[in-house]
T-cell receptor, first 110, second 116 residues
Framework: ELKVEQNPLFLSMQEGKNYTIYCNYSTTSDRLYWYRQDPGKSLESLFVLLSNGAVKQEGRLMASLDTKARLSTLHITAAVHDLSATYFCAVLTNAGKSTFGDGTTLTVKP | ETGVTQTPRHLVMGMTNKKSLKCEQHLGHNAMYWYKQSAKKPLELMFVYNFKEQTENNSVPSRFSPECPNSSHLFLHLHTLQPEDSALYLC???????????????FGPGTRLTVL
């Protein structure tokens, strides 16, 4: 059974700081997704990573995928309050199902 | 309407009631999904339909009954639910289920269900 582990689960950081969220998974996959969820809202797709070494950037967020290490990272640069949300990674298995991590709740403080 | 819509947005029901959740996608996708999101639990996949055929049922209790009349609509019929079924139910769609495409999922706003 595929396990997807995110860490940290909770992250409190100050505006302007950098930090990285990690997503480890337990089985072979070369497709990984990052989603954002604001409180009381639905999930919004952020990044789709489709191959080893894939790197995607949007604003202050950058996601990367290392399929050999079974690891994806979501790097936050110079955090701002608007980035406060819960971030989920999801791994697509060979059977075609997406398994989600537990989510990382990010709070950016002034 | 654009994207994925869900109705109702909030639902309170007793354990003996029967209700249905509705999802509609306007993206031309062929796969639709039901997820359950409870507090302090990860997102749980419940059902998947691909080209109107059910491809996944993740050991979901029979008190949840999905229906997919066409590729644009997905229902979740509820009956004799338990209080522990209270959660946010999310619908999603993707171009196709499986590994032949990016399988990026687009989520609806969810239905917040409370079972009394």
């Amino acid at each position: 059974e595929l396990k997807v582990e995110q860490n940290p689960l909770f992250l409190s950081m100050q505006e302007g700081k950098n930090y990285t969220i990690y997503c480890n998974y337990s089985t072979t996959s070369d497709r990984l997704y990052w989603y954002r969820q604001d409180p009381g809202k639905s999930l919004e797709s952020l990044f789709v990573l489709l191959s080893n070494g894939a790197v995607k950037q949007e604003g202050r967020l950058m996601a990367s995928l290392d399929t050999k290490a079974r690891l994806s990272t979501l790097h936050i640069t110079a955090a701002v309050h608007d980035l406060s949300a819960t971030y989920f990674c999801a791994v697509l298995t060979n059977a075609g199902k997406s398994t989600f991590g537990d989510g990382t709740t990010l709070t950016v403080k002034p | 309407e654009t994207g994925v819509t869900q109705t109702p947005r909030h639902l309170v029901m007793g354990m003996t009631n029967k209700k249905s959740l509705k999802c509609e996608q306007h993206l031309g996708h062929n796969a639709m999904y039901w997820y359950k999101q409870s507090a302090k639990k990860p997102l749980e996949l419940m059902f998947v339909y691909n080209f109107k055929e059910q491809t996944e049922n993740n050991s979901v209790p029979s008190r949840f009954s999905p229906e997919c009349p066409n590729s644009s609509h997905l229902f979740l019929h509820l009956h004799t639910l338990q209080p522990e079924d209270s959660a946010l139910y999310l619908c999603a769609s993707s171009q196709e289920f499986g590994t032949t495409s990016g399988n990026e999922q687009f989520f609806g706003p969810g239905t917040r269900l409370t079972v009394l």
